[in-house]
């Protein structure tokens, strides 16, 4: 899906389909109002009898108005004005796209037109941009056939009076974000047999090539070099090796760069202190943020954004097995600290301790680390917010109106040093797991003692990176809130 801007009037654009707004008690946007005057009252007359109300999510086509030069014009139903919001101007747009059952390749929405408070017109392309192709996202690339296609639209296109180039910058930006997020669903996607770690490595060596990003692989040997004990113990029970990736993109000639790290767990079956069987293969999006990682590594560099960022993917399987690390053993991290492992299932934190160590050598500005990191984070917040935590304010101030801005909201949680307490081991400098009660908290708070030498903060996307049941798949979050951070930080 294809998106551009179309400048003229709506009545004289001529497209397959354009789509203008209604809102409640039946109150035309700007571009009703010039179809209705160019149709002779037609929109008014489908207010007038009742068919179009303007509530909210209601649609109604209509076909071959006089005066208009697109065959279709359909009324969306905006609801009130006044609590207009950001979530009812993406589900317009995705409703719209929707609603054409493929009979339409080519599509303009007079989404300008939909005002939502402290929200301009880059933001309101660059959303229009992300809920459209959010529609025609599939995953059938292991089907025998393909899944029929759920919209057909090919090109959307923004109605614009005049030039316009807070608009046409939003489409670049809406446009390049749907790319690193539908790269990020599918690597979520694909099974644990096949999205391995040399797999991601792979893949990740692909995306440099094409995008001309720098690329290292680090193996076991070098692993061992580092001496990453932690990382090293989950991954030694399982057949496949570990990989640690290291993307770099420099977009700037000066300047500290963001690095970013992502938990790649291709398959996480808790190790010796395995799962209970429900929903177990769930547990293969366990390396969600590694992919929102290259997600966003992708987006960046479609954009040229004028920022520095190095990407780390700590990616390896936890799996039980005779060589398997065992509840009760102690590792020593990169770090030097000694870590007890009493639960092999909270392995997250056990990787992205060594791959957060090896970070200081890039001397950040800040590191933002992304993992589906506890079920804990599931219980606290749900499906809407990913869980932020952050040793520094203003760092985690810019991550929350990033994540505002850009539709997938994070909230910010505590890591209060009286938490650390729980982490207490009899043997070892820490123990893996806490005492019971808070265990996002906790598992934030243990990654916090190796994150001491620069501005870091930690987003849990336990609950927002897939969806579960009927609509089971990887959801590309938050790769829209990393890459309006990034964009921000460009400008
Ligand atoms: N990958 C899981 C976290 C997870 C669980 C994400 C469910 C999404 C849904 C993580 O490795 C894990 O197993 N965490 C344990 C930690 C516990 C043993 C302290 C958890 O959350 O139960
Ligand atoms: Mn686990
Ligand atoms: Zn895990």
């Known amino acids: 899906m294809e998106f551009i801007t179309a400048v003229g009037r709506p009545d004289a654009i001529k497209t397959d389909a354009i789509v203008v707004g209604v809102h409640a008690d039946g109150e035309l946007t700007p571009s009703a109002k010039t179809l209705d005057s160019a149709s002779g009252g037609v929109i008014k007359g489908a207010v007038k009898s009742g068919d179009m109300t303007g509530k909210r999510g209601t649609l109604l086509p209509l076909l071959g108005l006089a005066g208009v030069k697109s065959p279709r014009v359909l009324l969306a139903g905006l609801g009130d004005k006044h609590d207009f919001n950001e979530r009812h101007f993406t589900d317009a747009v995705r409703n719209s796209i929707r609603a054409f059952n493929g009979a339409a390749k080519n599509v303009t929405v007079a989404a300008l037109d939909w005002q939502v408070k402290g929200r301009d017109s880059e933001w309101q392309a660059c959303s229009v941009a992300i809920a459209a192709r959010e529609t025609s996202f599939r995953t059938d690339e292991l089907k025998s056939k393909r899944d029929p296609e759920t919209t057909g639209a090919h090109t959307v296109g923004l109605l614009l009076k005049a030039r316009n180039a807070a608009a046409e910058r939003g489409l670049r930006y809406g446009g390049a974000i749907s790319n690193g997020m539908e790269l990020t669903k599918r690597l979520g996607n694909l099974p644990p047999n096949i999205c391995t770690p040399s797999f991601l490595a792979d893949e990740a060596r692909k995306l440099a090539k094409l995008w001309k990003l720098e690329i290292e692989v680090l193996e076991t040997k070098q692993l061992e070099a580092l001496k990453m004990g932690s990382f090293l113990s989950v991954a030694k029970g399982s057949a496949q090796p570990p990989r640690l990736i290291v993307l770099k993109y420099k977009g700037s000639a000066k300047g500290a760069p963001v690095v970013l790290v992502g938990k790649g767990i291709t398959f996480d079956?808790?190790?010796?202190?395995?799962?209970?069987?429900?929903?177990?293969?769930?547990?293969?999006?366990?390396?969600?943020?590694?992919?929102?990682?290259?997600?966003?590594?992708?987006?960046?560099?479609?954009?040229?954004?004028?920022?520095?960022?190095?990407?780390?993917?700590?990616?390896?399987?936890?799996?039980?097995?005779?060589?398997?690390?065992?509840?009760?053993?102690?590792?020593?991290?990169?770090?030097?600290?000694?870590?007890?492992?009493?639960?092999?299932?909270?392995?997250?934190?056990?990787?992205?301790?060594?791959?957060?160590?090896?970070?200081?050598?890039?001397?950040?500005?800040?590191?933002?680390?992304?993992?589906?990191?506890?079920?804990?984070?599931?219980?606290?917040?749900?499906?809407?917010?990913?869980?932020?935590?952050?040793?520094?304010?203003?760092?985690?101030?810019?991550?929350?109106?990033?994540?505002?801005?850009?539709?997938?909201?994070?909230?910010?949680?505590?890591?209060?040093?009286?938490?650390?307490?729980?982490?207490?081991?009899?043997?070892?400098?820490?123990?893996?797991?806490?005492?019971?009660?808070?265990?996002?908290?906790?598992?934030?708070?243990?990654?916090?003692?190796?994150?001491?030498?620069?501005?870091?903060?930690?987003?849990?996307?336990?609950?927002?990176?897939?969806?579960?049941?009927?609509?089971?798949?990887?959801?590309?979050?938050?790769?829209?809130?990393?890459?309006?951070?990034?964009?921000?930080?460009?400008?």
């Open 269 to 491: 079956s808790g190790g010796i202190s395995i799962k209970p069987g429900a929903a177990m293969d769930e547990m293969k999006f366990d390396m969600c943020g590694a992919a929102s990682v290259i997600g966003t590594m992708r987006a960046l560099a479609e954009l040229k954004l004028k920022v520095n960022v190095v990407g780390v993917v700590a990616a390896c399987e936890n799996m039980p097995s005779g060589a398997a690390v065992k509840p009760g053993d102690i590792v020593t991290s990169m770090s030097g600290q000694t870590i007890e492992i009493l639960n092999t299932d909270a392995e997250g934190r056990l990787i992205l301790c060594d791959a957060l160590t090896y970070s200081e050598r890039f001397k950040p500005a800040a590191v933002i680390n992304v993992a589906t990191l506890t079920g804990a984070c599931v219980v606290a917040l749900g499906g809407v917010n990913s869980g932020l935590f952050s040793n520094n304010d203003q760092l985690a101030d810019q991550l929350i109106a990033a994540s505002r801005e850009a539709g997938d909201p994070a909230w910010r949680m505590p890591i209060d040093e009286d938490y650390q307490e729980q982490l207490k081991s009899n043997f070892a400098d820490m123990a893996n797991i806490g005492t019971p009660g808070a265990g996002a908290v906790i598992a934030a708070c243990f990654l916090a003692r190796f994150t001491k030498a620069y501005p870091w903060a930690h987003l849990d996307i336990a609950g927002t990176a897939w969806k579960g049941g009927a609509a089971k798949g990887a959801t590309g979050r938050p790769v829209p809130l990393l890459a309006q951070f990034l964009i921000a930080r460009a400008k």
